[in-house]
């Protein structure tokens, strides 16, 4: 197979393991995977920021505001490599780039929290607009890996692109989610990108007041 990423092709080292076990399937070479940063060390255990306090001072924040996300965990920073494959995955439409994470999400999803089938896994909505834009959501399709059914009962009103606000515009959003069922379990929302911390929280909020006891954010990268 070649890497989904520089095209060359991906060789696999045979080892005992492997000749008896057949190895998990690669979708980039290994020079390309090592050029993704794993979020590591010390961070914010609310969030992922990388931080030498427990808190970072935006969560802080969030908790004096009745915080309904009890955590987010992302796995990758936002390294040029990532943003780069990011805006190939998500903008300009090449849905295949995003296999590249799939093992990655499982096994990070599984390590974070354990059995996840006694949670509901919801990915974040695009509205309709934005997806006739993109022609998938990269939300839903992270969501995918973890469970062959994610619920897809949030829907969203279109907005302007969240890259373009302002962060002071992001916080104080109005919500763009509403619920189409209703829910009485844990849940872990799924997105891509976290950066403020905004939409996990704008839907969390709405899953908490349709009895939701806790909701939890698992998103790829923190920005």
């Known amino acids: 197979?070649?890497?989904?990423?520089?095209?060359?092709?991906?060789?696999?080292?045979?080892?005992?393991?492997?000749?008896?076990?057949?190895?998990?399937?690669?979708?980039?070479?290994?020079?390309?995977?090592?050029?993704?940063?794993?979020?590591?060390?010390r961070r914010c255990l609310q969030c992922s920021r990388t931080t030498t306090k427990k808190v970072c001072s935006d969560c802080i924040k969030w908790q004096n505001k009745n915080d309904p996300l009890?955590?987010?965990?992302?796995?990758?920073?936002?390294n040029e490599r990532m943003q780069d494959m990011i805006t190939k995955w998500k903008y300009r439409g090449d849905y295949v780039i995003g296999l590249a994470f799939q093992e990655m999400f499982r096994e990070v999803c599984k390590e974070k929290f354990g059995n996840n089938e006694k949670y509901?896994?919801?990915?974040?909505?695009?509205?309709?607009?934005?997806?006739?834009?993109?022609?998938?959501?990269?939300?839903?399709?992270l969501a995918g890996f973890l469970t062959p059914n994610p619920r897809e009962v949030l829907t969203r009103v279109h907005?302007?692109?969240?890259?373009?606000?302002?962060?002071?515009?992001?916080?104080?959003?109005k919500n763009p989610f509403e619920l189409t069922e209703s829910l009485n379990n844990p849940v872990i929302l799924v997105d891509d990108i976290y950066t403020t911390?905004?939409?996990?929280?704008?839907?969390?909020?709405?899953?908490?007041?349709?009895?939701?006891?806790t909701v939890y954010g698992l998103t790829l990268v923190r920005g």
């Open 120 to 141: 509901t896994i919801i990915p974040i909505p695009l509205s309709q607009k934005r997806m006739r834009e993109r022609g998938f959501n990269q939300a839903a399709m």
């Open 70 to 78: 009890t955590f987010n965990y992302s796995i990758y920073d936002y």
């Open 159 to 173: 907005g302007e692109k969240q890259s373009k606000k302002t962060r002071k515009e992001r916080i104080n959003a």
């Open 1 to 41: 197979m070649n890497c989904l990423w520089c095209d060359q092709i991906i060789i696999i080292e045979a080892t005992w393991s492997n000749l008896f076990f057949p190895p998990k399937k690669q979708y980039l070479c290994q020079v390309c995977n090592n050029a993704l940063d794993i979020l590591s060390g």
């Open 197 to 213: 911390g905004t939409t996990l929280r704008l839907a969390a909020e709405i899953l908490k007041q349709a009895g939701c006891p």
